[in-house]
């Protein structure tokens, strides 16, 4: 830890001037972050590195949105504070991580619940409801909804999954009766995708749905017959809603309207275009010509000042964050925190997957954001403590030496 602060403070002094800070304010998030390893219960050793990449990919984020926007950089400086002291509030929790599978239908009462308060309070954005406003906090309910869903499925997957793996793909009674369950996850996305209109999200649950009861079962059919339906729904979504065919249409061709629709997306690639392999270098791009750029194109306006060369680097260090996640899952025993690591890792990396396609071009963009990088304090809180949690998954007793004992 002591070396990626060291990095980050580096990463901050390319900041613009009092765009960050004051000092004491720095000093106390190093602090915290400091303290995030250092109260590990005695007697284990955890996976240091995975706090480690999240400060740095968080500094990364700051300076870039402090480029950006110094109003929002000063914004986005409170919720990493919250997020760590967040981060040190629930380290004791999630050191008995796996009391969390004795709750799974409690994670999907709390999902419904705030799909619940989004339904009634809601505000509408851009043509998506995603937000609620509580007095100056506006909060996206949505990034806690991803974290319970995994909870959920990893935790009743363990219970279920060689009696699901085992049923008859024609047996339509057994798989109803060990499946149903399973659906309301699924039902979850499909709520996001019709009420929230939030396509980006609903893809992110149900790829991360996927993932996880295919490692768990083995079962292409109901991969396969689960992602048909999701398509039918998302058919229809596009034929009813214009604000998800104007995400199509600017897919598609964003210089057919380059004032209009197109706007924003025309702009984003010809700041990909102008960073070329190298990049203008830090603060001589012009990402300011990206409407909304902080939220929806940071990664454009990082490669458009540091290039491609840059932007790989980026990739490299959540690449790295994900290998982790994954591979704690694997060095535990027990079914259930392996699907829990499977979860987390998978709803991080397919999120990465989704906004850093969406911004090159591979398919349409949408309203998620690019984890501790992106401006966002709903996302910056929802991947600290996703990491944090992963953190104390990592545990595992402290090797003691022959000549110690």
Do not use: C
Not at 78 to 101: D, H, K, M, Q
Not at 134 to 154: D, N, Q, R, S, W
Not at 229 to 242: D, E, L, Q
């Amino acid at each position: 830890m002591a070396g990626a602060l060291a990095i980050s403070a580096l990463i901050l002094t390319f900041a613009p001037p009092h765009t960050i800070g004051p000092w004491w304010m720095l000093a106390l998030l190093g602090f915290l972050a400091m303290g995030w390893v250092l109260v590990q219960p005695p007697g284990s050793v955890r996976d240091d590195m995975l706090p480690a990449l999240a400060i740095v990919l968080a500094a990364l984020g700051l300076a870039i949105v402090a480029r950006l926007s110094p109003e929002l950089a000063q914004k986005q400086q409170a919720w990493l504070l919250v997020s760590l002291v967040l981060v040190l509030a629930f380290g004791p929790a999630f050191s008995n991580f796996r009391r969390f599978a004795a709750y799974k239908y409690l994670w999907v009462i709390g999902s419904l619940v705030l799909f619940g308060l989004l339904l009634a309070f809601g505000q509408e954005v851009n043509g998506a409801r995603l937000w609620i406003k509580l007095g100056p906090v506006e909060y996206e309910p949505i990034e806690l909804i991803k974290l319970f869903i995994v909870f959920f499925l990893a935790a009743y997957l363990a219970e279920m999954a060689d009696v699901i793996a085992e049923a008859r793909p024609w047996s339509l009674r057994a798989n109803l009766k060990y499946l149903g369950p399973l659906f309301i996850g699924w039902g979850a996305s499909m709520a996001i995708l019709v009420v929230q209109r939030d396509l980006g999200m609903a893809t992110l649950l149900l790829l991360t749905f996927a993932t996880l009861l295919f490692v768990a079962t083995r079962r292409v059919d109901i991969v396969v017959l689960g992602a048909a339906i999701f398509a039918g729904v998302a058919y229809w979504a596009v034929r009813h809603y214009p604000y998800v065919q104007t995400r199509i249409a600017v897919w598609r061709n964003p210089f057919s309207d380059p004032l209009g629709a197109g706007f924003q997306s025309s702009q984003s690639y010809y700041a990909l275009a102008a960073g070329g392999v190298f990049g203008t270098g830090y603060r001589l791009g012009h990402p300011g010509f990206i409407p909304d750029v902080a939220t929806d194109y940071v990664y454009a306006a990082f490669s458009e000042e540091f290039g491609v060369i840059g932007a790989l680097i980026v990739l490299v260090i959540f690449l790295g964050l994900v290998r982790r996640i994954l591979a704690t899952g694997l060095e535990q025993p027990d079914l259930y925190t392996k699907l829990l690591a499977a979860g987390l890792g998978a709803t991080l990396g397919f999120q990465i997957f989704i906004i850093v396609g969406g911004v090159i071009g591979l398919f349409p963009l949408t309203g998620i954001t690019l984890p501790f990088v992106s401006y966002g304090g709903s996302s910056l809180v929802a991947n600290f403590l996703l990491v944090a949690l992963v953190w104390a998954m990592s545990s595992r007793p402290r090797r003691t030496s022959p000549n110690t004992s």
